[in-house]
């Protein structure tokens, strides 16, 4: 019979909420790569400078450095806060960077 152990669990827990925080990452960069193309055709399409591609390169920059400090946040015991805020994050990013390319296209 197996008893429950708290060590374990948490190292369990660690290593799926950084299992999670990848496929968000990838998940979020598939989107800013192709904001990356969509800000080169509307680029070549209306004429616009290179400084159009400055809000996807922050969300590029930045992103990741967000998910370093939620992982600390949940390695600290704030567990469930931690996974809120990488969620609401990416897809407050994802979100915002869908309304940029349709203002800079539209």
Not at 30 to 48: H, R
Not at 75 to 91: D, E, Q, R
Request: charged share 10%; aromatic share 16%; net charge positive.
């Amino acid at each position: 019979m197996q008893h429950y152990n708290d060590e374990k669990n948490k190292a369990g827990a660690k290593v799926l909420f950084m299992i999670a925080q990848m496929v968000v990452l990838s998940m979020v960069y598939i989107i800013v790569y192709t904001s990356f193309v969509a800000v080169g055709y509307a680029i070549e399409e209306y004429g616009l400078s290179l400084v159009m591609y400055f809000p996807v390169f922050v969300a590029l920059v930045i992103f990741p450095i967000l998910l370093y400090k939620y992982r600390q946040m949940f390695n600290a015991g704030k567990m469930l806060v931690a996974f809120v805020w990488t969620m609401a994050t990416a897809s407050l990013t994802i979100v915002l960077l869908y309304v940029y390319i349709a203002q800079i296209t539209g």
